[in-house]
Structures are given as C-alpha cells and as structure tokens.
C-alpha cells in the first residue's frame, strides 16, 4: 500500500461549513403523554460564561458538532489500517480546527478522509501511536501505587498519577517498571489521601424528595424516569443518579449508571422510595451498569432545586475528543457547564474508591477503562458525590435538545475539590472540578445497546 509523509494543514474555504447533523443506529420514541412537559422548559441555557469567541453556547456548539462528525469519521478510517499510526484528536471549538496527531507516513485512505471532510484540519507528526501507548499502559496496569494512566493525545507518551506516599523512589517494582517502558513516561505525585475518587454516595438516612407544585422532579421521578434523577440502593445503601436511557439488544428498555451504585439484581429505587427495577447488566472494568426500567428518552435539565429543573429531549450521541465543551446534569448538583475535556480513553485506578470501600467482586488494583477526564474552566465544581451515573452531555446547536457524551463515573478530590452546588447533605458531600466518565459510544458498543431519543416537545 502506498503511504505519503505529506504532513499538511488542510482548510475550507470560508470556515466551517454548517452541515446537517446525523446520529446513526439509535432508537427514535414517541413523545411521552404521560408525563406533561414543563412550557418553554427547553429554552434553558447554560448561565456558565460563553468562550472568548463565540457570541453564545449554541455558536459554539454548532463548531464543536461540525469538528466531531469529522472526528469520528477520520478515526474509524484510520482503524482500519493495521498497525495505525493514529495518535489523537483535539476538536476544540475555539481553534476552528481539528489536530490530528499521526505516528508515521499518513496511508492514502486515511489522507483521502481528510480531504473530505468540512472543517479545516492540521495533521501533526507524533511520537507514538495510540495503539503503542495503550500497550504500555496495560503493561503498568499491575502497579498499585498507580492512580491514573493516560495516554496523551499529542502521541508525546504517557501521564502516570501515582500516590506519594509510594514514590518511585519507595516502590521499586514500580521504578523499575517505569525505567523498562517503551515510551516516554511523566509522573505527577498525588498524595494518597488527596487522590480518592467520589463515589456512589451513602450520604444522610433521609433526603428531601418533594418536588413542589411539580408531579414530578430530580428528587422523585416517576415513570418513564429521565436522566439525572436521584436513586437509591438499599441493599448498597448508597445514592446515585440515573443516565440515559437505552434499548439492549434484546428490545428491553434500561437507564444506564454507575457500576459502584450496585451489582447485578441489585433493586434500585426512585428518590420517593418506588422500586425502578433490578441492575440487569454490569460492567466494572467500564465503570458502567444497565437498570432495567421504563425509561424515556429526556434528561433533567436547570438546578437542583426542582423550582429551577427543566427537562430537555435526547437527540443522539456523540463520542468525547480532548477540547470538546460540555455539562453534567447529577441529581445533586443540578446542571453544570464550563467544563471542557482535558484527556481521553485514561485508566483510572479503581482500587482506592474513597467511600465506604470495594464492592463485591472489585479487584484491589484493577483499572476502569476508559476514562474521559474533564475540567471545569471557572474553577468551581463540576460533580461530586451522588452525581455517579449521571448523564454527561453538550447541547445542539439550537440548544433545544442535548447529544448524549457519556456517564459521570467520579470527581477527583485533594487540590481540584470545590465546595458542591445543589444539596451538600450538611457539609459532607465531595465535590471537584475534576471530573471523569465513560465514554457513551463506547459504553453502547460494549453492552450492544442503542440510545433512545425523545420526539421534541
């Protein structure tokens, strides 16, 4: 096969060229008569500044959709290609642009995919392939003194987090493991006590659930449940939040989650105590679980407050790349946006879970993988306790509906902890601008599911 080492800046005349948006192999639904829909309820944007650049939050979300439709087509051209010198992608808004980092000569399929596409785009030569760090990092996997493992997006090597108090210098597996590694390794010490991830909370023995003058809210939901709404597991006596909705492979309905919010046949109950259904699927190594429920395709938007909660229709879903602006929706801190992705398809140790310890089945040391690690530029919280399994998401470009991106799996506390929004159960909810979560496609590709869309209002 021909291969060309034309590293090159490819452009389009006059910008981004505004296209249509398609999301593909997901499941349409009716509108849901059942559960009366709030007036003007999607007319709610986010109150987070807008970047330097853009005039509002949809402008800016319309560039980022045109850069990750291109995104993901030139990344599934370039898997097809063994031995891929793919590296990463950073889609940015505000660069009008996408990088494409490459290792090696760039094959002509993968060169003829960027020719096409409707964005201006930047190969940059790598160091690495993406296929080459990822290798390196499962060769680390066996360390406990490891806390994150992150290929970088630049193709440059790889970040390790690992815990002070076990240096390289006290670890010597570790050291020497490091010292053997095939690629150029950067290690930043985080102090163990400092390094716990959130999880599903146990939280106070009573939370407020009334909603008000509403027949429904975050609090206390009722069937078909939406996105971002309070659970509880009795059994696991923890609090978490539901995500989207999906179809599995077998026609059933489900809300995906957090794997640490229960295990399989585990009953999940809503915020007013009315059982959801059982944890049908789980999957601790993705971070991620399957409730069998009556679910809709609709999230809950606005605060916590449930005067403030609004509810928006889920219009697809999109993969997560490095620059990519977008907001949690938890069932304790409401709506938060400002946050943009900072690191793709990490690992994320698994072993220090920070609350109440392992569940059933949990490996000491195992990785959950892969991790979207995302940052909330204004320095103020982006989640944190009880926020696990909620939805992850961006808006479209009209801001009326949101684009599924992934599932909250945990907030990193120490340096990045920031006091929570929404309820703080008295002072001891955890709350950090750091944030990670798993990747929705990715999470559907694994459990043979679609997600289930919701007709406009």
Same mark, same amino acid.
């Given at each position: ?100 980092? /490459? ?10 995919? +960027? ?51 076990? *240096? ?23 102090? @163990? ?47 978490? *939040? ?20 229960? /295990? ?53 879903? @999109? ?5 990519? /602006? ?54 103020? *919280? ?24 992934? +599932? ?15 309820? @703080? /159960? ?24 679609? +997600? +289930? ?5």
């Amino acid at each position: 096969m021909k291969v060309r080492n034309a590293l090159k800046r490819i452009t389009v005349l006059g910008g981004i060229m505004a296209m249509p948006l398609t999301f593909l192999g997901q499941t349409a639904e009716a509108a849901d008569p059942e559960k009366e829909v709030k007036v003007g309820e999607s007319a709610w944007q986010p109150t987070e500044r807008v970047p330097e650049g853009f005039r509002s939050w949809g402008e800016l979300w319309s560039v980022q959709h045109r850069l990750n439709t291109a995104a993901e087509k030139i990344e599934k051209v370039s898997k097809l290609d063994k031995g891929s010198g793919y590296a990463g992608i950073i889609a940015a808004p505000e660069n009008r642009e996408l990088k494409v980092y /490459w290792h090696g000569a760039v094959p002509d399929q993968v060169e003829s995919a +960027i020719a096409i596409q409707q964005v201006p785009i930047q190969v940059i030569p790598a160091k690495y392939s993406a296929s080459k760090l990822h290798s390196e990092a499962l060769r680390l996997n066996a360390r406990d003194a490891i806390k994150a493992i992150i290929p970088k997006v630049d193709g440059s090597g790889l970040a390790l987090r690992v815990n002070k108090e076990r *240096s390289l210098v006290a670890d010597k597996a570790l050291k020497n493991a490091v010292r053997a590694a095939r690629v150029e390794v950067e290690i930043t010490e985080v102090p @163990t006590s400092l390094s716990a991830h959130t999880v599903a909370g146990r939280g106070p023995s009573t939370l407020p659930t009334a909603c008000g003058a509403l027949s429904f809210c975050r609090q206390n939901d009722t069937p078909p449940y939406y996105a971002g709404g309070q659970i509880w597991n009795t059994f696991r006596q923890r609090y978490c *939040s539901t995500g989207f909705a999906v179809q599995t492979g077998d026609g059933k309905r489900g809300m995906l989650t957090n794997s640490d919010c229960g /295990w399989p046949r585990d009953l999940v109950s809503d915020g007013g105590g009315d059982s959801i259904g059982f944890i049908r699927q789980h999957e601790e190594k993705r971070g991620t679980a399957i409730i069998e429920a009556n679910a809709a395709g609709r999230i809950f938007d606005g605060g916590y407050d449930p005067a403030t909660t609004f509810s928006k229709p889920v219009a697809g879903a @999109t993969q997560s790349y490095v620059g990519n /602006w977008l907001c949690t929706s938890g069932a304790f801190s409401g709506v938060i946006c400002g946050i943009k992705v900072t690191e793709v398809n990490g690992y994320m140790c698994c072993y220090d879970t920070g609350y109440g310890g392992q569940l059933p089945g949990q490996t000491p040391g195992g990785l959950i993988r892969p991790v979207t690690f995302a940052m909330q530029v204004d320095g103020t *919280s982006a989640g944190g306790t009880g926020d696990d399994g909620g939805p992850i998401f961006e808006l479209t470009d009209d801001t009326q509906a949101v684009i599924a991106k992934g +599932i909250f799996d945990g907030a990193s506390v120490g340096s990045s902890e920031r006091p929570c929004t929404g309820d @703080t /159960w008295n002072g001891t909810r955890r709350c950090s601008r750091e944030i990670y979560y798993s990747d929705v496609k990715q999470t559907l590709s694994h459990f043979g599911a679609t +997600i +289930i869309r919701s007709a406009a209002n």
